[in-house]
């Protein structure tokens, strides 16, 4: 691992790819503190130039990532491409000297190319974090520190409700993420596999996992609706109940995506679409807010930025780094057994 002083503030980002979620990336740089953002590349020069923000000094707009790579030798390069693009990329960036990788999901085509990326960066001491940023949405932070705290007392049950209300019809994801209707193995692997990281999170690893999956929308390839079931040690488990079709109460459904409760032998804790916590003792009738509603701007409660200023820190502080893709492996293994279950109608026991 490179020396973590090798990294002075303010750190040069580079960002590639001008896609809808790139937005969110871009305007978080802008408000992060010891980083600059110096450049940003897309395929399409005109996309990229349009990501750009206006500012006295705007970041340079490129047509070729390897061009930008080479005119601004950015510390860190932020890859927001389809998986197709994240291993070409990532040697890419490994040739120009980048000290800092992170890469979007779903991470790679499959696990075999993102373990060979992971260990192509590892090699020459190169962090490599995968953007995987529901586990920093202040709820999820603020239930970890309660769950942690005994709150609940013992965990016997965290459920997660995916309703987003966007799949519905031919015209289902095209105003916003066309590709969507184009992946094979969609629910799981576009948008379940932010629960399985967030549930490692919350409970740690899973020891079996059973899924029933299913196609609802025929105008789309890949599963949209299915039921998860996740085993945790100590009699916890963890449900991941999802369904594209249908929403729930919020003015903005894609704040929390849906609804989740986390019950315990001393109480539960519910999170609402407005991104509120509440908790009720065992025996009550009442809840009490412990968890404002959200207010922040950016996505998902400012996950992205949350996510990237951890990485900075980490770089510039030596703070541990979440979601390092060594780590990250483990949720493309329970991904490939959640899809396995769902094959063949049976639990998956997940080794160790």
Known sequence: MKDRGSFRPPLRIAGIGAGYFAQYHYDAWRRIPRADLVAVADHDLDKARRVLPEAPVSPM??????????????????????????????????????????????????????????????????????????????????????????????????????????????????????????????????????????????????????????????????????????????????VFDGNRHLDHPAEDHRRTMGEASVEGTAGEIRLSGDGALSFRPKGALDQQEILAPATAMGFGGDCVRALQEHVITGLLDGAPLENTAGAYLRNLEIEEAVYRSAETGRKIPLPP
Request: aromatic share 8%; charged share 20%; proline share 8%.
């Open 61 to 238: 707009a490129y047509g070729d990532p390897s061009a930008m790579l080479a005119a601004t030798a950015p510390d860190v390069v932020d890859i927001i491409t389809p998986p197709p693009s994240h291993a070409p990329l990532i040697a890419l960036a490994l040739e120009h000297g980048v000290k800092a990788i992170i890469c979007q999901k779903p991470f790679c085509r499959d696990r075999d190319e993102a373990e060979s990326a992971a260990a192509s960066c590892a090699a020459v001491g190169v962090p490599l974090i995968v953007h995987e940023n529901f586990r920093f949405q202040p709820w999820y932070r603020a239930l970890k520190k309660h769950m942690d705290d005994g709150r609940v007392g013992q965990v016997l049950q965290v459920t997660f409700r995916l309703r987003p209300g966007d799949g519905q019809g031919p015209e289902a994801y095209l105003s916003r993420q066309p590709s969507f209707q184009k992946i094979p193995k969609f629910l799981i692997r576009e948008t379940g596999i932010h629960w399985i990281d967030t549930f490692r999170f919350l409970l740690g690893e899973p020891m079996a996992v059973y899924a029933d999956l299913r196609q609802l929308n025929p105008a789309i390839r890949g599963e949209d609706a299915g039921l998860v079931v996740f085993d945790f040690g100590a009699g916890a488990r963890a």
